[in-house]
Protein backbone atom coordinates (compact mmCIF):
# COMPACT_ATOMS: atom_id res chain seq x y z
CA UNK A 1 0.00 0.00 0.00
CA UNK A 2 1.59 3.53 -0.53
CA UNK A 3 0.51 7.12 -1.56
CA UNK A 4 2.62 9.41 -2.95
CA UNK A 5 2.04 12.95 -2.97
CA UNK A 6 4.35 15.12 -5.03
CA UNK A 7 3.89 18.49 -6.67
CA UNK A 8 4.46 21.27 -3.34
CA UNK A 9 7.59 23.79 -4.15
CA UNK A 10 8.16 27.35 -3.28
CA UNK A 11 5.70 29.90 -4.92
CA UNK A 12 4.77 33.65 -4.79
CA UNK A 13 2.02 34.77 -3.19
CA UNK A 14 -1.12 34.54 -4.90
CA UNK A 15 0.21 31.90 -7.23
CA UNK A 16 -1.01 28.49 -7.65
CA UNK A 17 -0.01 24.86 -7.28
CA UNK A 18 -1.51 21.29 -8.09
CA UNK A 19 -0.92 19.03 -5.93
CA UNK A 20 -1.13 15.07 -6.85
CA UNK A 21 -1.63 11.38 -4.69
CA UNK A 22 -0.99 8.33 -6.27
CA UNK A 23 -2.14 5.57 -4.79
CA UNK A 24 -1.34 1.63 -5.06
CA UNK A 25 -1.79 -1.57 -3.41
CA UNK A 26 -5.64 -0.82 -2.60
CA UNK A 27 -9.00 -0.52 -3.61
CA UNK A 28 -8.40 3.10 -4.01
CA UNK A 29 -12.22 3.62 -6.34
CA UNK A 30 -13.89 2.55 -2.68
CA UNK A 31 -11.86 4.93 -0.76
CA UNK A 32 -12.42 8.66 0.76
CA UNK A 33 -9.15 10.80 -0.29
CA UNK A 34 -8.38 13.35 2.57
CA UNK A 35 -5.89 16.41 2.34
CA UNK A 36 -4.22 17.46 5.53
CA UNK A 37 -1.37 20.09 6.28
CA UNK A 38 0.99 20.96 9.12
CA UNK A 39 3.27 23.80 9.71
CA UNK A 40 6.26 23.60 12.21
CA UNK A 41 4.90 23.93 15.74
CA UNK A 42 1.40 23.42 14.59
CA UNK A 43 -1.04 20.62 15.10
CA UNK A 44 -2.56 18.95 11.68
CA UNK A 45 -4.82 21.02 9.87
CA UNK A 46 -7.58 19.05 7.56
CA UNK A 47 -8.02 20.43 4.48
CA UNK A 48 -10.46 19.24 2.53
CA UNK A 49 -11.40 15.67 1.19
CA UNK A 50 -13.28 13.63 -1.96
CA UNK A 51 -15.51 10.85 -1.32
CA UNK A 52 -15.75 7.97 -3.46
CA UNK A 53 -18.40 9.62 -5.88
CA UNK A 54 -16.50 12.75 -5.90
CA UNK A 55 -18.46 14.53 -3.43
CA UNK A 56 -16.38 16.93 -1.52
CA UNK A 57 -15.77 18.69 1.65
CA UNK A 58 -13.58 21.30 2.22
CA UNK A 59 -12.24 23.63 5.54
CA UNK A 60 -13.87 26.96 5.73
CA UNK A 61 -10.24 28.47 5.99
CA UNK A 62 -9.64 27.10 2.20
CA UNK A 63 -12.96 26.81 0.65
CA UNK A 64 -13.40 28.68 -2.50
CA UNK A 65 -9.31 28.77 -3.11
CA UNK A 66 -8.75 24.95 -2.91
CA UNK A 67 -10.03 22.36 -4.85
CA UNK A 68 -9.90 18.35 -4.97
CA UNK A 69 -10.49 16.04 -7.56
CA UNK A 70 -10.17 12.75 -8.64
CA UNK A 71 -9.06 10.24 -11.38
CA UNK A 72 -10.37 6.54 -10.14
CA UNK A 73 -8.49 5.30 -13.29
CA UNK A 74 -5.42 6.72 -12.91
CA UNK A 75 -5.12 6.30 -8.79
CA UNK A 76 -4.52 9.90 -8.40
CA UNK A 77 -6.31 12.88 -6.33
CA UNK A 78 -5.64 16.06 -6.91
CA UNK A 79 -5.42 19.27 -4.67
CA UNK A 80 -6.18 22.44 -6.88
CA UNK A 81 -4.58 25.71 -4.66
CA UNK A 82 -5.33 28.98 -5.99
CA UNK A 83 -4.25 32.56 -4.54
CA UNK A 84 -1.89 31.08 -2.52
CA UNK A 85 -0.93 32.68 0.55
CA UNK A 86 1.98 32.97 3.22
CA UNK A 87 -0.38 31.30 5.77
CA UNK A 88 -0.67 28.27 3.68
CA UNK A 89 3.10 27.23 3.84
CA UNK A 90 2.85 23.68 5.66
CA UNK A 91 3.56 20.26 4.44
CA UNK A 92 0.73 18.66 2.60
CA UNK A 93 -0.19 15.23 3.64
CA UNK A 94 -2.74 13.48 1.41
CA UNK A 95 -4.53 10.28 3.21
CA UNK A 96 -7.24 7.37 2.07
CA UNK A 97 -9.56 5.72 4.71
CA UNK A 98 -12.39 3.45 4.01
CA UNK A 99 -14.63 6.10 6.12
CA UNK A 100 -12.41 8.89 6.27
CA UNK A 101 -13.49 12.25 7.15
CA UNK A 102 -12.13 15.38 8.71
CA UNK A 103 -10.52 14.23 11.55
CA UNK A 104 -6.82 12.24 10.74
CA UNK A 105 -7.98 9.45 12.55
CA UNK A 106 -9.90 7.57 10.10
CA UNK A 107 -7.85 7.41 7.50
CA UNK A 108 -5.63 4.00 6.98
CA UNK A 109 -2.94 5.15 4.54
CA UNK A 110 -1.08 8.14 4.58
CA UNK A 111 1.44 9.25 2.07
CA UNK A 112 5.04 10.98 2.90
CA UNK A 113 3.82 14.70 2.27
CA UNK A 114 4.72 17.48 0.03
CA UNK A 115 6.39 21.02 1.01
CA UNK A 116 4.34 24.40 0.15
CA UNK A 117 6.38 27.25 0.77
CA UNK A 118 4.57 30.63 0.15
CA UNK A 119 7.03 33.90 -0.27
CA UNK A 120 5.30 37.35 0.77
Known amino acids: VQLQASGGGLVQAGGSLRLSCVAS????????VGWFRQAPGKEREFVGL???????YYADSVKGRFTISRDNAKKTVYLQINSLKPGDTAGYYC???????????????WGQGTQVTVSS
Open 25 to 32: GFTFRTYV
Open 95 to 109: AAGAKGNLYYTTYDY
Open 50 to 56: IGWSGAT
